[in-house]
């Protein structure tokens, strides 16, 4: 038994439900306050003023993927061909160059050729659905292209193909993912990595294994390729462990803005272009009637205002069981007659504050008209349709710190304008996208707020962040993570 004093508990019921002292037991919160005070505990934290949140939660990330970003060339801040060239140049004595957070600048494998001939190079583009290689990789996987730049499910042939890592490689990637994470307040996710590393039941033990060591509240999403290996390794659905959870089967409906790839209502700027069904319209819905069969939800990747409409469209054809809820991720764009069919449907929708502050104003060069919402983030809770935190990581910086602050100022990190106010979340509600409402699509329902009873898994903030300016959000303010009443990460 603990008791954690001198802190400031923020319960998320109510902005000025907060208590001073708690209790904990087991990985349980106990009470607070008077209700607690005549209780002894083995050990007393002092918390020396700080705030205290439910621990933060991100609803949708790669966790093995961004543990070996972590290990690999980092492109996200390059935004030059010269800059991408030089950062190639310093890793050349690398056997592979494998760069992720590349931002599409138009280097073809001409270039790339010439700058290095000799071993394979791979440009992960940021919206991570493309690839550019040179000619040396092209030839390891196997593909074609005469510029080298491969899109969609060609460029995920192409990941495919590379050589497998290790066992014991991923359970390294998981580590570092796990322990960045922790740092950064967060005490759960909801990833998407069954598909992309050495297969189903592998990619399953990594988790098992390393999550006996360091706890994380995981969840995970099931790739549309792996249904077949889901059922036939016997595994039931959802709680495996009560740190590990089988979600949601991941579809793609469309693709993504930079490849012009995401399906919208009006054409991008200069062509006659919609975008595209990445999977083809048939095998979408075979795939979604067939997950329906399993008794499995869906959780369906949508970019386009378009897409958004259609998604909904066939959700409500082919529904999920009653009590069942499928989940939308991204929806940044949105048709206003496309929100009254959302909020018919047992839905959820995984939103990244980020994505406007890294794609704004660019994104809007692409449309030849205005989508109608944009990233519509108020609507959608004054409309009741549950929005969940997150930062797709690696494609963003998992710090749920940055995506409140996005929530909240909508503000482009390239012109530092703020974009739609009207669709900004108060701090409470920008706190809960990462605590209470991240939680909606996981099987326990004893999670999410400081209250007796929940899990005591919890966040210690330097400062209050209900009432933090603007630059506060860049901060450092992580002091501690706790998971199941056990410190993870303690600021030295």
Known sequence: ??????????????????????????????????????????????????????????????????????????????????????????????????????????????????????????????????????????????????????????????????PKHKKDELKMMLRHAIKQLYAYGITGGDSDDLYYFNGFDETFSVFDEVLEEMPFRTHLLMHHETITDFVHSGKSWNEQTPFLELGAVKMFYDGTMSSKTARMKDPYRGTNDHGEIVMGKQRFVDTLKRARSLGLTAAIHVIGDQGLDDVAKLLKRFPPKPGQKDRIIHAPWAMKKTIPLLKSLPITIDIQPQFLSADLPRALDYFSKEPELIFPWKTYLEEDIPILGSSDAPVETPNPLL???????????????????????????????????????????????????MIADFTVSSKDLLTLNKDEWNEPLIEMTIIDEQIVYQKK
């Open 1 to 162: 038994m603990k008791k954690w004093i001198n802190g400031h508990f923020h319960t998320m019921r109510t902005k000025d439900d907060i208590y001073h002292t708690m209790v904990t037991d087991q990985g349980i919160i106990v009470g607070f306050d008077d209700a607690v005070s005549h209780i002894t505990p083995q050990e007393t934290i002092d918390l020396h003023q700080c705030h205290v949140y439910p621990g933060f939660i991100d609803a949708h990330l790669h966790l093995i993927g961004y543990g070996r970003f972590i290990t690999l060339i980092d492109l996200r801040d390059v935004y030059t061909k010269e800059d991408v060239f030089l950062t190639l140049d310093k890793n050349k004595d690398k056997s592979m160059l494998y760069a992720e957070g590349y931002r599409d600048l138009g280097i073809t494998k001409i270039e790339l050729d010439q700058l290095i001939p000799d071993k394979p190079v791979f440009l992960r583009h940021l919206d991570y659905h493309s690839l550019t290689l040179n000619s040396k990789a092209l030839e390891l996987v196997k593909l074609s292209s005469d510029k080298g730049i491969l899109r969609e499910e060609e460029a995920m042939t192409a990941l495919k193909r590379l």
């Open 403 to 453: 995506g409140m602050k996005d929530a909240i100022y909508r503000e482009s990190n390239h012109n530092h304008q703020a974009y739609h106010l009207e669709q900004s979340l108060p701090p409470f509600e920008a706190i809960k996208l990462y605590t209470t409402y991240a939680h909606q699509q996981h099987t326990k329902t004893n999670r999410g707020y400081l209250d007796q009873g």
